[in-house]
Nanobody, 118 residues
């Protein structure tokens, strides 16, 4: 299983970016998917997550600005980021949980850099 993230880049404050993360490989289904971020000198933190049924959860710092969604037919999770702020600058990682029998396996994407200039 692989997770391939894309869509990062450099944007001015107030701008928008859309991140995508596509899962590939051999699996039956995907449970929860999410986005995390890690800024220099800080711990990795949850940005947003979405269950297989579409329930969402957001960090307080991004509520009202970011929207997570998924396309189960494409095995892809998206993060629409609007009204970006310099403090959103970080490497963004996608995450997904894959059921296998009675177990669940967690995978991470490679990370994509988001830089917001003031």
């Amino acid at each position: 299983v692989q997770l391939q993230a894309s869509g990062g880049g450099l944007v001015q404050a107030g701008g928008s970016l859309r991140l995508s993360c596509a899962a590939s490989g051999s699996f039956f289904s995907i449970n929860a998917m999410g986005w995390y971020r890690q800024a220099p000198g800080k711990q990795r933190e949850l940005v947003a997550s979405i269950s297989s049924g579409g329930s969402t959860n957001y960090a307080d710092s991004v509520k009202g600005r970011f929207t997570i969604s998924r396309d189960n037919a494409k095995n892809t999770v998206y993060l629409q980021m609007n009204s970006l702020r310099p403090e959103d600058t970080a490497v963004y990682y996608c995450n997904a949980h894959f059921p296998a029998g009675w177990r669940e396996y967690e995978y991470w994407g490679q990370g994509t850099q988001v830089t917001v200039s003031s």
